[in-house]
């Protein structure tokens, strides 16, 4: 295959043309140079590198490379983090092609010491839900850190496509259906843009459309975790049905490009729980001939 004869894009469930690339908006567009970096060069590239061949390979990242040239041909910013990250893949992807093997990444990272392991333990198992707030404001720093650890998240085909609202005040907060009092306490709500995951497809039935929710969930952990770290309470609050469309309502979201799935509430804890605690570890584990579990087969 030469690298001319790249003419399409094609993701797992939906393919386009160079034209039809053309006709996206930059949210979309956005969302196709991510996942076709990270499907069509970042997923395969290590493999290739841990087995390097030692030859050219013909059109390889060509389909991301085919999504950039459009980006870029738009004008849209080649400065943001993303699209630097985007754009090192790209290159390495070019050296491949030449037959050069790049050099990129460290493939055994670095243990965490003994002293980090402490720090780690201490978020895991410190982490509680808390559920009453004294007054007292949580500033706006603390809060776009903890928004900052929910974009840290891991996210499905690394779409991008988690988003944040914060709600203040008591009229605001009381669009979100809670069943504990959010009173002082900032509530952070989490959705999902739909665009990013519509053009790769991933949101057919027969694709993985649960990973919308799983990704806003993914990112809700991450950012309860920072508010622990900062001294902040938070809590895991969900989403009765009915909630998003109410909210989306008042908020006045575009119901066409955005849905929610949880919202956090975070604040200064008015009284500290004790911590919940699990059963043992084996009580988890379903091992093979589990009889709790065994079908009998
Ligand atoms: C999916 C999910 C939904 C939850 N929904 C609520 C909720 O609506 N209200 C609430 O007070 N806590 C909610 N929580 C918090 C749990 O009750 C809490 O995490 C659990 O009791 C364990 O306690 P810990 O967080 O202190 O370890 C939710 C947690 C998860 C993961």
New binding site residues.
Partial sequence: MTQREITKVITGFKQYTQDDVRQMDEVTLRGLLHERTHHNIEVPLYSILVKWPNKPIAGFGMQAQLVFDVWREKGYTEDDPDIKWCKMYLAAAAKVREGVKPDIGDPQPEPFSAEEMKVVHKLLWG???V?DWIKKEVPDWMINKVIEAGIAAPIGCNLDEVRFIVLKTEEEKSWCW???STENAVIIVIGYEKRPTAVVGQDLPQAVPQNRGFDC?AAGDHMLLMAHALGLGG????HRGGTDTKFKEKWGLNDENIDIS?HIAIGWSAIV?V??SRAPFDYYMIRKGDKRYNTGG
């Fill in positions: 982490r509680h839900s559920r809670s069943d504990i969930a809590c895991w609050l969900s949880l729980p911590k919940s």
